[in-house]
């Protein structure tokens, strides 16, 4: 963060900055002296315009290792998994209303989940091991006549988790029930091939590989059998699966930061796998910490840990200017104590004390030296506050 010295960002888990590319080629679809047109509009301004969003799908497939026919942008990866998960269980609702996921999903998927309870849907919540794993066993076991469909997460936005979605997969392919992945923590991360995984429906985000906010992907396999019904109707774009004008200029960057996360995805991940390695070294002895999630399982740009006596919103602010989370920025507004650590069985001190450190491609590790010493002072600068609790 040069520009900005007060402030050392360790929180790319909840948004990353848009890469400078990726607003140059944004800034050129916005103006009339650029392509703003109507991407549905037949004339020649409106083809120009629809140039970039099959150029933006061809980048993003590139990715992923699909056709480009098989994704439909929306507004995020909330939207794609609200369209995935109530699309395919509608769609499907005659043969059954059995569904599976699991409680440490991000509440963009649980409480999609809740809502078709309430619709009269019977959903199986499947509990995580200790560090947040799907036991396939305990799926198999879950697995009704009646089961239509899987959610399962790729990567646990408050811990890194990585679920073995080949696995996952396979078991749901078995027993023809579609498999939905929430992708938004791994997609121009990790490698994904989904044109080999047995995955039926991905969701993505813009806004976590460097990307703008306020766009997002779902994949849908072309398989027969994975049909999803829309949830808003209006114009026909995108095979009326999610109607709308076109954010030409939001797909274009999607796009580009797509591309870009392909080049620099191997670059990536070493980086951040030596930043980690550096803060957990750096923090691990630490009394009373402990990590949440599995440190060799995990994607690298993402460390969860917990530390005994001490309270998360005091810890948070002795950071400062430290920016990063405790539990999901999703939660911090209620101030909720995560529910994901909940799941893992961490007691209520752990949760309370459990801090996200998420890095980026612009972390630089002189930000990690910072990153420890403030995290070795404000634990024991809280502990000589309350020597009681900590006796
Ligand atoms: C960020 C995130 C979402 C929500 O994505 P939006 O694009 O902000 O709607 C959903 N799932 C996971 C795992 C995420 O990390």
């Known amino acids: 963060m040069t520009d900005k010295p007060d402030l050392i960002y360790l929180d790319y888990a909840a948004t990353t900055p848009v890469d400078p590319r990726v607003v140059a080629t944004m800034s050129g679809l916005l103006e009339l002296a650029g392509d703003f047109a109507n991407p549905s509009a037949v004339h020649l301004a409106g083809r120009r315009s629809s140039a970039h969003v099959a150029n933006a799908a061809e980048q993003l497939a590139a990715l992923l290792h699909v056709q480009p026919d098989r994704l439909i942008w929306t507004s995020g990866a909330t939207e794609s998994n609200n369209l995935a998960i109530i699309g395919a269980a509608r769609a499907r609702q005659h043969r059954g209303q059995h569904l599976i996921t699991m409680p440490t999903e991000h509440k963009a998927v649980t409480d999609v989940f809740r809502a078709l309870e309430r619709q009269g849907f019977d959903v199986t919540w499947l509990l995580p091991d200790e560090r947040g794993a799907l036991d396939i ?29 080949a696995r996952i997969g396979e078991s749901c392919r078995r027993r023809d029930v579609l498999f939905h992945v929430d992708a938004a923590q791994s997609v121009g991360k990790l490698p994904i091939d989904l044109g080999q995984l047995p995955v039926d429906l991905a969701s993505m985000t813009a806004h976590k590989l460097y990307g703008p906010k306020g766009i997002g992907g779902l994949y849908i396999a072309d398989r027969s059998g994975c049909h999803i019904e829309p949830l808003m109707f209006g114009g026909g774009q995108q095979r009326r699966l999610r109607p709308g004008t076109l954010a030409v200029h939001l797909i274009a960057g999607f796009g580009r930061a797509a591309e870009i996360a392909g080049t620099s995805l191997v670059e990536d991940l070493e980086h951040l796998t030596s930043l980690r390695d550096q803060l957990w070294a750096g923090i691990c002895d630490v009394p009373g910490v402990r990590l949440n999630g599995d440190i ?21 602010l002795a950071l400062e200017p430290l920016c990063v989370a405790t539990g999901s920025a999703c939660n911090s507004q209620n101030q909720e104590p995560s529910y994901v650590l909940r799941a893992l069985g961490r007691s209520d001190a752990e949760v309370q004390s459990a801090i996200r450190f998420s890095f980026g491609r612009q972390t630089r590790h002189e930000d990690i030296v910072v990153a420890i010493r403030r995290y070795r002072s404000a634990v024991s ?11």
């Not at 646990?156 to 073995?164: A, C, F, K, R, S």
């Not at 600068?381 to 006796?391: F, Q, S």
């Open 137 to 165: 066993d305990a799926l198999e076991a879950a697995f009704r006549d009646d089961t239509q469909l899987v959610s399962i997460m790729h990567v646990n936005n408050e811990t890194g988790l990585i679920q073995d979605i």
């Open 296 to 316: 060799d399982n995990s994607f690298p740009g993402i460390l969860n840990a917990s530390v005994a006596d001490i309270e998360g919103e005091s810890l948070l």
């Open 381 to 391: 600068k809280l502990r000589d506050l309350a020597p009681v609790l900590a006796a």
